[in-house]
């Protein structure tokens, strides 16, 4: 990995806004900001959903054109527009939403636009070398013939992350870009940014992980309703003194109470026995009414093949499951109208459809509900989606396409499809990646609410802080096993981490 060394002779401040102003739709999204980011540094952006933060980022990489202000570049005022330009430039991103060429493989997509060629041909020995040489640098585990769209989130990521490097860019935007690893993974991030500040470039964090934000910024700037509140030290700042200045308020709890603990006697909402599918392995659990059971582990472990599999939306290879004491038919629509709703890992790709309006991403899978003979009733629909928003909190016209919407809202409309639907059991896949802490609690609330109906609820999330504030009880998975269960006192960090690592473990409960 090439690293640009610091000089002397550039600038101290790498990239300035001066009054950068951006509307949509006659809406301002960000309103006269000025910033200066220091070369060398990592410089933080934090807000809620919809603050402004990838509008500024998306301006500063070419993908938007400031409709007023001046954005400079090692003090020399540009325009970009295209990210060609900031490329040029020295500016790379690594977006929240992927964006890889699917059917190439891993090195090609690490090295695209920059691949290295003999005599105007591909030069396939070069391209195995510089990305054994990258990747050994950054300490990211990937094969290069790997097709990248067969990848799970995490390695995808880590591949958008490895070809930001590769463009030898001295301006790295990073939007969420931890929020798909594992521990490990996160850890070798954590080092990597630092590494790159020390050699020189510049990196703009955009981050939810508030202690992320803390332990790796040098300065912090906070957006709300895109303005900027202050940019100051990030050493003067605490998670309290950040959630306050992004809320505008004070956040009293992360979590809400959580609702009773069913007891032991009540009948399983839903009983898994000796399921096998792809990447599950015999597994067995109960969830019960009102009952929040949480699913933790390291990526990869199979926690989303066990959600998937339960829901129908993979094979089943041997198993039983029931609901409310009754066979469960294997596949989506059965599980769909029995009362089995499942929100997925990846709301992009496995959940929304991103150029339908909000209403039709809440009623998509709920048409039954509105229906007369061939005819959709649009009134009735209408009056349902419009109660939906409003009890998960999504403003504005349900006219708009779901991807205008920020990604806390957009989690919340695929949570209001849930919601539209009386239903049984809920599984919640990474309910709260890539949401602000605002519309986090949010989302907590309406699983609360979920439970407090009668409603068994499966929570997956690599976040054991999430698992342990939300849940009842937390099953922990290995290799496509559950090897662990933690409940009441012994629901601890270092429990269930400790279980993720160790290949089995007793099960233990208070």
């Known amino acids: 990995m090439q690293a640009n060394q610091p000089q002397s002779d550039l600038p101290e401040i790498h990239v300035e806004l001066r009054e950068v102003g951006k509307a949509f739709g006659g809406t301002p999204v ?12 990592v410089h933080a952006l934090v807000g809620e959903n919809g603050a402004g933060k990838s509008t500024l980022s998306k301006i500063i990489s070419g993908i938007y054109v400031p409709d007023g ?37 891993v090195a090609q997509n690490i090295f695209l636009g920059n691949e290295p060629a003999r005599a105007g041909f591909l030069s396939k020995r070069e391209l195995r070398r510089q990305f054994a040489e990258l990747t050994e640098n950054v300490g990211f585990a990937l094969n290069p013939d790997d097709i990248a769209g067969s990848l799970r989130t995490a390695d995808q990521q880590k591949v958008e992350i490895l070809r930001a490097l590769a463009s030898g860019s001295s301006f790295i935007i990073m939007d969420e870009p931890t929020a798909a690893l594992s521990g490990t993974d996160v850890a070798r991030l954590h080092d990597l940014i630092r590494s790159l500040a020390a050699s020189g470039r510049t990196v703009l964090l ?31 700042e605490t998670e309290e003194s950040l959630i306050a200045g992004m809320l505008g308020r004070e956040l009293s709890a992360l979590f809400p109470p959580k609702p009773p603990v069913p007891s032991e006697k009540t009948e399983p909402v839903l009983s898994v026995r000796g399921l096998r599918a792809p990447g599950v392995n015999r597994v067995s659990l109960d969830i ?24 129908g939306a993979t094979p089943r290879l041997a198993g039983d499951i029931t609901l409310d004491g009754r066979p469960l038919e294997h596949g989506v629509r059965a599980s769909l109208a029995n009362g089995l709703f499942l929100i997925p890992e990846s709301r992009k790709d496995q959940a929304l459809f991103l150029a339908r309006s909000i209403r039709e991403n809440v009623t998509m899978s709920n048409l039954s509900m509105f229906a007369r003979a061939l005819w959709i009733g649009r009134k009735r629909e209408q009056a349902s989606v419009t109660d939906v928003l409003e009890r998960v909190t999504v403003r504005g016209s349900d006219a708009r396409l779901v991807s205008a919407l920020s990604g806390g809202n957009q989690q919340k409309v695929v949570f209001g499809r849930g919601l539209q639907k009386s239903r049984r059991v809920m599984i919640a896949d990474e309910p709260t990646r890539g949401v602000d802490v605002g519309s986090r609690r949010a989302i907590y609330d309406l699983i609360v609410e979920q439970a407090k109906a009668g409603t068994g609820v499966l929570v997956i999330s690599s976040d054991v802080e999430e698992v342990i504030g939300l849940c009842h009880r937390v099953l922990v998975v290995r290799a496509g096993s559950i090897v662990a269960q933690f409940v009441g006192k012994d629901m ?3 429990n269930i981490i400790g279980a993720a690592f160790t290949q089995a473990i007793p099960t233990v409960g208070s």
């Open 206 to 236: 955009i981050s939810h992980f508030l202690s992320e934000v803390l332990e790796l910024a040098d300065d912090i700037t906070i957006l709300r309703d895109g303005e900027l509140i202050r940019t100051g030290p990030a050493a003067k």
């Open 69 to 105: 202000g001046e954005l400079l570049v090692d003090g020399e005022p540009v325009s970009f527009r295209r990210t060609r330009d900031a490329l040029k430039a020295g500016i790379a991103t690594i977006a929240q939403e992927l964006a890889l060429v699917p059917s190439l493989t």
């Open 492 to 494: 601890t960090e270092t």
């Open 30 to 41: 960000l309103k006269d900001i000025s910033l200066a980011i220091r070369r060398g540094s």
């Open 288 to 311: 019960r009414p009102g009952e929040i059971v949480g699913l933790a582990g390291l990526v990869g472990a199979g926690r989303s093949e066990i959600a998937h599999a339960i829901f």
